[in-house]
C-alpha cells in the first residue's frame, strides 16, 4: 500500500530537521505560493531562514547573512516569525543549529 503525501507543512518540517534546509525551502515555497497575509509573511520569512542556514551549511557566510537581515525584516512585519529569526540568527553566529530544530520542537 502506498504512503499518504505529507502535508508540505509536515514534510518541510521533515527535511528541516534532517538539515536539508533546501527541500525545506522547496517545500515551504508550495504553501507560499498560495498564502496570503499573515501566513504568506510567516512562510517568506521561513524560507529565508531555511536559505540563510542552506547558506551556511554550504560555508556561504554572506549568503547567510544576506537572507537572515532578509527574514529578520520580514520579522518586524510578521511576529509570529520573530521568535525564529533570532534563534537562527543566534545559532549562525554560534555555528551551530537552532534548539527548536535540534529538539524537534
Known sequence: ???PTPHPF???ARLWRAGDYWGA???LE???REARGEERCFLQGLIQLAAA???RRRGHAEGARRN???ARRKARRCDRLAPQAEEV???LERGTSPRWLADGT
Open 1 to 3: 500500500m502506498r504512503q
Open 10 to 12: 509536515e514534510e518541510a
Open 25 to 27: 525551502h522547496e517545500a
Open 30 to 32: 508550495v504553501l507560499w
Open 53 to 55: 542556514l542552506e547558506a
Open 68 to 70: 537572515l537581515a532578509k
Open 89 to 91: 540568527a543566534r545559532a
